[in-house]
């Protein structure tokens, strides 16, 4: 079955900088690749995903990344802020009838 | 947001006893899911149904049990809790647009 694997589990970085956070996927037939994010306390929420048929999305500071060859997308997000602290969660989806499989989470910490 | 509702928010039970967790939506999603994250760890797939008469084990399914009533109504219990049971467990339901999280119940098994 699909298998997904996300790195780093925690990521330090000075507010301001930029973060990359990435996801490999096992099951090449996957086509969906949601990301969500976290906040402490709070439930996970769809913050931006990305088709097979697209290299690359955009939504002002965050993008997405796909390289459907070697089976692997990442999450940017430039210019941090301090309300980007949260866990990122990346997930594959091989079609509407199956489930998301999840990747084990980054905590993304940002230091002012 | 109280598109997906899970009760009760917050839980201390005793080994051994039965506890039922509840989550209704009002998305009018066919699918809907159970999951549990402990610290540090991911979101790991308990039960899942993708409609009124179809329900399916995740992951982790042992010592959990499922009831779907109805397509807005879906249901966790916990036969006999044990002290490892002690999680937070998030419902959810999906549609092609993506998964809606409820707020998540936070169960410590004493």
């Known amino acids: 079955g699909e298998n997904v694997e996300q790195h780093p589990s925690t990521l330090s970085v000075q507010e301001g900088d930029s973060a990359v956070i990435k996801c490999t996927y096992s099951d090449s037939a996957s086509n969906y690749f949601p990301w969500y994010k976290q906040e402490l306390g709070k439930r996970p929420q769809l913050i931006i995903d990305i088709r097979s048929n697209v290299g690359e999305k955009k939504d002002q500071r965050i993008a997405v990344t796909l390289n459907k060859t070697a089976k692997h997308f990442s999450l940017h997000i430039t210019e941090t802020q301090p309300e980007d602290s949260a866990v990122y969660f990346c997930a594959a989806q091989k079609g509407s009838n199956y489930q998301l499989i999840w990747g084990a989470g980054t905590k993304l910490i940002i230091k002012p | 947001d109280a598109d997906v509702t899970q009760t009760p928010r917050n839980r201390i039970t005793k080994t051994g006893k039965r506890i039922m967790l509840e989550c209704s939506q009002t998305k009018g999603h066919d699918r809907m899911y159970w999951y549990r994250q402990d610290p540090g760890l991911g979101l790991r797939l308990i039960y899942y149904?993708?409609?009124?008469?179809?329900?399916n084990k995740g992951e982790i399914s042992d010592g959990y049990s499922v009831s779907r009533q109805a397509q807005a109504k879906f249901s966790l219990s916990l036969e006999s809790a044990i002290p490892n049971q002690t999680a937070l467990y998030f419902c959810?339901?999906?549609?092609?647009?993506?998964?809606?999280f409820g707020s998540g119940t936070r169960l410590t098994v004493v």
């Open positions: 959810a339901t999906s549609d092609p647009y993506g998964y809606t």
């Open positions: 149904s993708f409609d009124v008469k179809d329900i």
